[in-house]
C-alpha cells in the first residue's frame, strides 16, 4: 500500500512539474527586416523592449530570436529609418514575423544668409 502510495505521489509530482515548465518552452522567431522598397536591412536590431534579449540581422535582413511563450514588444532599429514597435504574442514552435521601415526624413534649413546648410 505504501508503494502504490509512492508511485501515485511520484506520477503527480511528475504531472505538476511537466506542466509548470510548459510556459518555458521557447519560441523560435524568426523574420526579415527590410526598407520600404522592399530591399534586405542587414545589421538592423531586432530587440524585445525592457530586456536584453535581442539579435542583429544578417547580410540578408534575416533574424533568429528564441523566446519564452507570451506577449512580447518588440523594437527594430536601422540606422537612417524610424524605428518599429510591434507587439507579438509567442506560442510554443516557431513563428515567421516580417518588418518593413521607413526611411528617416531630414530636413535642413539655413541659418541667416550665406550660413551653412
Not at 507587439?87 to 516557431?94: H, K, P
Request: aromatic share 4%.
Amino acid at each position: 500500500m505504501q508503494r502504490l502510495l509512492l508511485i501515485l505521489c511520484a506520477s503527480m509530482l511528475f504531472v505538476t512539474l511537466s506542466a509548470d515548465e510548459a510556459p518555458y518552452r521557447p519560441c523560435l522567431l524568426t523574420g526579415r527586416v527590410c526598407n520600404a522598397d522592399g530591399e534586405a536591412l542587414a545589421e538592423a536590431w531586432v530587440r524585445v523592449k525592457g530586456s536584453h534579449v535581442g539579435c542583429r540581422t544578417d547580410a540578408a535582413g534575416r533574424y533568429r530570436l528564441s523566446l519564452r511563450r507570451g506577449t512580447h514588444t518588440l523594437q527594430v532599429t536601422a540606422m537612417g529609418h524610424k524605428q518599429q514597435e510591434r507587439q507579438v504574442t509567442t506560442t510554443e514552435g516557431s513563428q515567421h514575423l516580417d518588418f518593413s521601415l521607413t526611411p528617416l526624413q531630414v530636413q535642413l534649413t539655413r541659418r541667416g544668409e550665406g550660413g551653412a546648410i
